[in-house]
Structures are given as C-alpha cells and as structure tokens.
C-alpha cells in the first residue's frame, strides 16, 4: 500500500469513528451540543496557544479553561448569553495581567497576556455559538444547516479548483487555492443552503439560502486563510495532531469558526 493510499485510509477510519460522535451529541440536545463544544473550545485553545506561545504555563491553562465555558452558558443561560461572557473576559484579562506581574518574565508578558485573550475569543468564544444555534427554535436544523454550507464550501473549492483552477487567489498565504476554486465553493455554499432548505429545514426561505450561502462562502475561506496565516507567521504545517490522517482540530474547523457566529447572528436577528 502506498503512503497516499495509507493515509487516505487513516483519514476515513477517522472519520467513521468521530463523525457518529459528534453527530450523537448534536442530537442529544443543548447539552450534548455545549459538551462537545466545550471540549473542542479547550482544544482549539490548546492548539492554537501551542502555535504561537510555545510554552505552555499557567496563562494558557487559564485560557484554555475559559475558552470551554461559553457554550455551557449558551446550555444554561442563553439570553444572558453576551453579558456573562463579558464577565468572563473581563475575569480572565485581569487574571493573566495579575499572573504574569507575578510570575514573568515581564519582557514578554503583554505579548503572552494579549495571545491568551485573542486565543480565548478565537477558539472559545467563536465555536461556542454552534452550542447557541442548537439552543434556537429549530436548533438541530440550524447546526445541520452551519455544517452543511461549511461543508460544501469546502467541497465545491476543492473540486472546483482542481478542475478549472488557472488564477491564484491568495499565493502568500495558501498556494493552492485560486479564484475559481472560490466561485466554485460560493456556488457549493448557496447549493447546500437550498438543499437544506429543500430537505430538512422548510422554515427557511429561497432568501434566506442565499443570505446565507452567499456571506459563508465568503468568511469560510476567510477562516481558512487566517488559519494558514498563523501557521505561516510561526513556521506550523499542522495545528496538531489530534485526528489522525487530518491534522489537528482547528485544521478541520478554522471555516466554521468565521461561518457559525454569522448564521448565528443571521437566525437571531432575522427569524427571532
């Protein structure tokens, strides 16, 4: 067996595992959903404080465990959801200040203070409002619907851009990617919308899909691209190695972290 064929194999032997997993909890309810968030949010943190800081102390650990709280508060409390969250930040700001006065090296403690903070919005508080989408009317749908245009994005990109892929989109940060990939994926994300629309989620409206495919084809190549340009600036290939033949977590979710505060917003705001 070749090393693509291993890997390729690797990589569905882990999904087969991890994606009834996911897909059980999402289903189980808020709960299941915070649960799963909240253990992502510590590992995307975990992830991304490992990219950047190298050395991992007792800052980290504070906003690695802050970064799992926001979806537990969306379970609990979801119409208090902003006010608390706000709490927390201000908590953990004034936490790492106090710790790193204490504890050092000072040359380095604004630029550590201000990673763990960026690192606790990034990873915590963006992945926490797939917990808020299942907490909505129709919240099964809504999730479905976040990773279905995600997804799709994804999907249409890459199939796009292997097949007709001429003009660079972005070569300083992602060489492989180009325009026609991005129309590609925006056509996928708009499809995926309508196909939801069509299947499991009637609430929506033809508008609706395309309000939604259209900005998610567009902040999910976003999330991509600032992924990679973390990993760019700090000399990383791989955020981790926590799924095996994938990378780490924050490799297979960078899109869905830009696309789920939008639809969040968007159900909010628009259907109440």
Do not use: Q
């Not at 915070?34 to 990219?51: M, S, V």
């Not at 902003?82 to 908590?91: F, P």
Request: proline content about 6%; overall charge positive.
């Amino acid at each position: 067996m070749t090393d693509a064929n291993r890997n390729l194999l690797v990589r569905i032997v882990s999904a087969a595992v991890l994606l009834p997993v996911v897909l059980v909890l999402l289903w189980v309810g808020p709960w299941g959903t915070a649960a799963l968030i909240g253990i992502a949010g510590l590992l995307l943190a975990h992830e991304y404080y490992a990219i950047v800081l190298k050395r991992l102390d007792f800052g980290p650990v504070l906003g690695m465990l802050a970064s799992a709280a926001p979806p537990v508060v969306f379970a609990l409390w979801p119409e208090r959801f902003a006010s608390l969250v706000m709490v927390e930040a201000i908590a953990l700001l004034i936490a790492l200040y106090a710790y790193y006065l204490i504890a050092g090296p000072l040359p380095e403690a604004p630029a550590r203070v201000a990673t763990v903070f960026t690192g606790f919005f990034y990873c915590g508080v963006l992945s926490s409002t797939v917990a808020g989408l299942r907490v909505l009317p129709h919240g099964l749908s809504w999730v479905f619907l976040v990773l279905l245009v995600t997804w799709g994005n994804d999907t249409g990109a890459y199939a796009a851009g292997r097949t007709l892929g001429r003009h660079k989109l972005y070569p300083a940060v992602s060489p492989s990617k180009t325009w026609e990939g991005f129309f590609g994926g925006m056509v996928a994300s708009i499809a995926a919308a309508l196909i939801a629309k069509v299947t499991f989620f009637p609430a929506l409206t033809w508008v609706d899909a395309v309000a939604i495919g259209v900005p998610a084809s567009i902040l999910g190549p976003l999330g991509d691209f600032s992924e990679s340009m973390l990993k760019r600036a700090h000399g990383v290939k791989d955020s981790g190695k926590l799924i095996p033949g994938h990378g780490g977590l924050l490799d297979r979710v960078d899109a869905l972290l830009f696309n789920a505060p939008y639809i969040y917003l968007y159900a909010v705001l628009v259907h109440g």
